[in-house]
Nanobody, 118 residues
């Protein structure tokens, strides 16, 4: 199984951006997004169960982000609205447990950089 995230880029404060994560091969896993800002540790953003029946978000999301998935396309999404400069980070997708802890995830993609200018 391999993951490939895409959709990053340079945006302005208040803009929206949608990230995608394609999972090659069979995907019957829980999935999540994490992010790592420059000089900071990787942190949990959002998770979604394999069926899409349940989601979880970090507190800082504040209803600005929406995680979803299309299992027919083996793809997970992160719709990010009202972006702030503090959202600047490399965003990673991962598969594994439905958890906020990175050690519960066993497979990671290479990440996509989102830069939010003020």
């Amino acid at each position: 199984v391999q993951l490939q995230a895409s959709g990053g880029g340079l945006v302005h404060t208040g803009d929206s951006r949608r990230l995608s994560c394609v999972c090659s091969g069979y995907n019957n896993y829980n999935m999540a997004w994490f992010r790592q800002a420059p000089g900071k540790e990787r942190e949990f953003v959002a998770a979604i169960k394999r069926s899409g029946s349940a989601t979880d978000y970090a507190d800082f999301v504040e209803d600005r982000f929406t995680i979803s998935r299309d299992n027919a396309k083996n793809t997970m999404y992160l719709q990010m609205d009202n972006l702030k400069p503090e959202d600047t980070a490399v965003y990673y997708c991962a598969i594994g447990g439905f958890s906020r802890w990175s050690f519960d995830y066993t497979c990671w993609g290479p990440g996509t950089l989102v830069t939010v200018s003020s």
